[in-house]
T-cell receptor, first 113, second 111 residues
Framework: GAVVSQHPSWVICKSGTSVKIECRSL??????MFWYRQFPKQSLMLMAT?????????EQGVEKDKFLINHASLTLSTLTVTSAHPEDSSFYIC?????????FGPGTRLTVT | DAKTTQPPSMDCAEGRAANLPCNHS???????VYWYRQIHSQGPQYIIH???NNETNEMASLIITEDRKSSTLILPHATLRDTAVYYC????????????FGGGTRLMVKP
């Protein structure tokens, strides 16, 4: 089946620094990738839709200058959290489209101290 | 995408069938019913999807009512590893369409 990986699986950073999270489709090419965020005991919330070679589309309320998304190839999308603050601590999950289906990565837990 | 309604939690005895209901009364004709589950601190896992016919795979069965306003996910022999949050999502099947997650049903399988 289609496999999506994320790196790192967890990261701790200091307030004010930037963190980059990678999302890779390992055995298929994905023209569209999605980034979700999940706070404790809550459901997944879509942050942005990323299409290869074009600018990401952000959901309402998500700051595009804070959450930089790059989808430079058909197998890699990156999410950079710039100037991270403790309120950005969350579980970040990506998914990649293969045909009409979506496959999810294992998630990245970000803790900002 | 149409909204769905699921019970917030359910219990099931290990080895018994788990029947998880979902209401989607405003579903459109071209929207599929998808089921995903999320085990604690992991990414969601695809289970099954269907349009109007009942579907079965190695993980589960999906029963969709004739009017398509509700469906039931059946795990035929639940195990402790099936403890997870189960999400029912209706969506037009297209690569560019995101999944909109509701609250889901937290299934607890008990020994």
């Amino acid at each position: 089946g289609a496999v999506v990986s994320q790196h790192p699986s967890w990261v701790i950073c200091k307030s004010g620094t930037s963190v980059k999270i990678e999302c890779r489709s390992l055995d298929f090419q994905a023209t569209t990738m999605f980034w979700y965020r999940q706070f404790p005991k809550q459901s997944l919330m879509l942050m942005a839709t990323s299409n290869e070679g074009s600018k990401a589309t952000y959901e309402q309320g998500v700051e595009k200058d804070k959450f930089l998304i790059n989808h430079a190839s058909l197998t890699l999308s990156t999410l950079t959290v710039t100037s991270a603050h403790p309120e950005d601590s969350s579980f970040y999950i990506c998914s990649a489209s293969s045909g009409d289906e979506q496959y999810f990565g294992p998630g990245t837990r970000l803790t900002v101290t | 995408d149409a909204k769905t309604t699921q019970p917030p939690s359910m219990d099931c005895a290990e080895g018994r069938a788990a029947n998880l209901p979902c209401n989607h009364s405003t579903i459109s004709g071209n929207e599929y019913v998808y089921w995903y589950r999320q085990i604690h601190s992991q990414g969601p896992q695809y289970i099954i999807h269907g349009l109007k016919n009942n579907e079965t795979n190695e993980m589960a069965s999906l029963i969709i009512t004739e009017d398509r306003k509700s469906s039931t996910l059946i795990l035929p022999h639940a195990t402790l590893r099936d403890t997870a949050v189960y999400y029912c999502i209706v969506r037009v099947a297209h690569a560019g369409n995101m999944l909109t997650f509701g609250g889901g049903t937290r299934l607890m399988v008990k020994p």
